[in-house]
């Protein structure tokens, strides 16, 4: 689970550890904390690092609950 440290800085680092050598410019499934969900490429981390790209998408790190690889087949 992503910390509750609401510093960028921290927010990033601990993503970046959990996230980007397995998934990124992969294609993912975030699911925010509301709920809804994204699909699409993860591309970057950037805005002070405390957000991250996906499908041309500003995501807020803080607002995601979970991302997973999303392959295209899982699409039926």
Do not use: P, W
């Not at 999303?70 to 039926?76: A, D, E, K, N, Y």
Request: net charge negative.
């Amino acid at each position: 689970m992503i910390s509750n440290d609401d510093t960028s800085f921290a927010i990033s680092e601990e993503f970046h550890e959990k996230y980007y050598d397995d998934m990124y410019d992969k294609n993912v499934r975030v699911t925010l904390k509301s709920g809804q969900k994204i699909v699409g490429l993860y591309n970057d981390e950037f805005y002070e690092d405390a957000s991250i790209l996906v499908n041309c998408e500003v995501v807020k790190i803080k607002d995601i609950e979970k991302m997973e690889l999303f392959c295209s087949s899982q699409l039926v």
